[in-house]
């Protein structure tokens, strides 16, 4: 047998949401609706379709290897340099090209409990240690014990602002802290985005902002949910170019299809659209809120495109009971969250079919 590196058998596998046809092969369930895994309920602009559609005859060719026009437009909306900005298969290849760039076996990641998994797996796979820290009663990261978990072995500091699974974010000031800690011990500090367009909260602010003044700093964004464009897979990263350039280092050729290239660009063009889909998607969180209170179920405001809901069953056993009503949620016992599942905000007429079958899994 091969011998295999003991830290990649350690690592337990990412676990997706349960996908549609799963659902429908396994229980002879039509059309299940699927709300486990953030996605966007009205799908993308319409220029990106056109965009699409005019490419799709290029498709027999290799797509631009820098993805030049691409992180150009990107560049040109955050108002950085093209060498500033790398583009990933999703801002998870992304993110984990950032953190092999430092992570080696005697190093270490410090994040908080309830960050996205993904993290925990990267450092993993490098050979590091990773490092959870206590959340606060609110589920809101605790920047203090972040700092306090570092030490001359830490690498990086990554922070997903706003989180998932929680919905929760960190205040401006508090990544302030983090971010000013992190660049006089010389750490990376990753700031993960994925949910940004959907803030409400009047005290965050993006990293972004603050890019000029950390070169230890790294904001990651994604095409996902409020661009509508999970199944195209696109993100990137927003650096100083020194970062940047070592990424490019092992980032893969080709990693970012000519479709989606052109996709990306048109997307980021009708922004009118992403404002509606956030103005839907606030209008159902605001309707699921008054539906779980009038239940008598907790939830953990949020500032994504979930909800974090706390019911009287374990996750598990929610999860399944749902799926018979042809529901799909994400139990959150992986996170350690033995009675928690995650809901994504649909459509409303997609939020109003999972709360009535909340209401029946109660009964």
Known sequence: MF?????????????????????ERELGILNPLKL??????????????????????????????????????????????????MTGNGSNEVIEIV?????????????????????????QACGAEYRATKAKKNYQFDADAIIKACDKNTA??????????????????EMLKIAKFAKENSIMLISDEAYVEYIRAKDYSSM?????????????RTYSKAYGMAGLRLGYAVANKEIIDICNRIREAFNVGIITQHAGIAA????????????????GIDYIYGALEEMG????????????????HSSVDSFNKLLRFGIIVRPLHGYGLKNHIRLSVGSMEENKKAIEAIRSHLK
């Not at 430092?102 to 908080?112: C, E, F, P, R």
């Not at 990086?156 to 000031?173: A, K, M, S």
């Not at 972004?208 to 990651?220: A, E, G, I, R």
């Not at 009708?270 to 839907?280: I, S």
């Open 3 to 23: 011998k295999f590196k003991e830290s990649i058998k350690a690592i337990t596998p990412y676990a997706p949401g349960k996908p549609v046809k799963e659902v």
């Open 156 to 173: 990086i500091i990554v922070i997903d602002n706003p989180n998932n699974p929680t919905g929760t974010y960190l205040p401006v000031q």
């Open 36 to 85: 486990a895994s953030n996605e966007n309920a009205w799908g993308f602009s319409p220029k990106v379709k056109k965009a699409m559609e005019e490419t799709i005859k290029e498709a027999n060719i290799y797509p631009d290897g820098n993805s030049f026009y691409l992180r150009k437009r990107i560049a040109e909306f955050h108002n950085v340099h093209i060498d500033n900005v």
């Open 268 to 283: 980021l063009d009708d922004q009118n659209f992403v404002k509606e889909v956030v103005k839907k998607t606030h209008e």
């Open 208 to 220: 972004m902002d603050y890019l000029k003044d950390f070169d230890n700093l790294v904001v990651t």
């Open 99 to 123: 953190m092999r760039t430092v992570l080696d076996k005697g190093y270490n990641t410090v994040a908080s409990e309830y960050s996205f998994a993904i993290y925990k797996i990267i450092t």
């Open 297 to 312: 179920l907790k939830y953990i405001p949020t500032e994504c495109n979930f909800i974090l809901v706390e019911v009287p």
